[in-house]
């Protein structure tokens, strides 16, 4: 179970109108999700999963926002062994990083997973077109489209579509959760149990968090509006173990793109302690006090065990308030516990702000800037 160090009083009325509030919301379908999870659904993943595993060295997951970081997060902290290797792309308009993954996938067989809700961004639809080529020149164009997976919207979009009239095999974004609040559907779950990750046990977590979380979530919530109003506008993640670099990438967007409306929220940054302290700790200790930092307390060795404590101590002495969230083991169940109560954590904390956790107006007005560039040449 996650636990926070917050001995706070909270308004229990108010928690429980967020609750029902998220409960009904029309993009609230992760809230349950855990307990309710598609059987049918988890036995295609795990099946298709196997395929991909037989045939293929390399997953190329083509993604970007909430259709990447999640799984990506799960994958760079546990670690799995399996000897199909998961490549990023088209999370970037980089043509560097695309050529750099073509090259790295070279003469090896591979898959593709393409992820995305909308089906029309353009970040993954430009990997994604560089992919399919290479996957056509290798295995031919019937050979190709048994190895294109696509994860998207169920009736909709220019991905959508196309899956449909190749007859690639189908995975989809359920229409009441969002990028963010993704990483437990099929977005995650296929790239996860290709990896080797026991999705099995990840989904326990997530669904025993679903009441023991809801306490400390609330608690944090609280905590953090509270500072908020308080003007300490910025939000430190602090991790001290190295692999979760990209679990606190999945925190930012969770909670920037969450809250960070109508002027309101609190942006959320991070750092990977100890090798942060020789770059970011004197920023810390004794910079401008308008931040706080959230410890996040993963299980670890003696020494990082101390480190932990050095500089919970040193930074309140600081000034710096220091919230401290406890993860219960650094494995599948744990992560599932962890990724459940932020969601949960970060949605009540929107819900204090005013505003709609589960939109994201300012990243359609970039999606749209764009596109209009590129129609101007
Ligand atoms: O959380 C979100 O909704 C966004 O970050 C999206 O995940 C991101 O913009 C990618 O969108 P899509 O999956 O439609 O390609």
């Known amino acids: 179970m996650v636990t926070v160090n917050l001995n706070l009083e909270i308004d229990e009325k108010k928690v429980a109108e967020i609750l029902k509030d998220i409960a009904r919301d029309k993009m609230g379908g992760w809230f349950e999700l855990p307990k309710k999870y598609d059987m049918g659904e988890f036995a295609k993943i795990k099946e298709v999963a196997k395929k991909i595993q037989d045939e293929s060295e390399y997953l190329v997951c083509i993604g970007i926002g909430g259709s990447y970081l999640g799984h990506r997060a799960l994958i760079e902290a546990l670690r799995p062994k399996s000897a199909t290797k998961i490549i990023y792309a088209g999370n970037s308009l980089s043509r560097k990083e695309l050529d750099f993954a ?40 019937e050979a190709a489209n048994e190895r294109i997976y696509a994860t998207t919207d169920a009736k909709v979009g220019a991905l959508h579509d196309e899956a449909v009239a190749n007859n690639w095999v189908r995975f989809v974004v359920p229409d009441n959760i969002g990028g963010r609040y993704s990483v437990l559907t099929a977005v995650g779950l296929l790239p996860l149990a290709v990896a080797g990750i026991d999705v099995d046990k990840l989904l326990e977590g997530a669904a025993s968090a679903v009441e023991e979380a809801v306490l400390p979530a609330a608690k944090y919530a609280f905590m953090r509006y509270a500072l908020g109003k308080k003007n300490y506008d910025t939000e430190v993640f602090a991790s001290f173990e190295p692999a979760t670099r990209y679990f606190n990438e999945w925190l930012k967007q969770l909670f920037g793109e969450s809250e960070g409306k109508n002027k309101q929220g609190i942006f959320p940054a991070a ?11 004197q920023f810390m200790q004794d910079g401008r006090r308008n931040l706080f930092e959230t410890i996040i307390n993963y299980p670890t060795d003696e020494l990082n065990m101390k480190v932990v404590q050095a500089v919970k101590v040193a930074h309140a002495e600081g000034g710096i308030p220091v919230l401290d969230i406890g ?17 949960l954590a970060c949605a009540v904390s929107a819900k204090l702000f005013g505003v709609n956790p589960f939109d994201q107006p300012g990243v359609e007005a970039y999606k749209n800037e764009l596109k209009k560039l590129m129609a101007e040449g």
């Open 271 to 281: 750092v990977i302690y100890s090798t942060d302290l020789h770059s970011l700790g």
């Open 327 to 343: 993860v219960s083991s650094y494995d599948e169940k744990g992560f599932g516990e962890l990724i459940y109560f932020f969601e």
């Open 102 to 141: 073509l090259e790295k996938v070279g003469d090896h067989d591979f898959s593709v997973n393409v992820i995305s809700k909308s089906g029309t961004t353009l970040e993954p639809a430009i990997a994604f077109s560089e992919f399919k080529k290479k996957l056509i020149e290798k295995y031919g164009e």
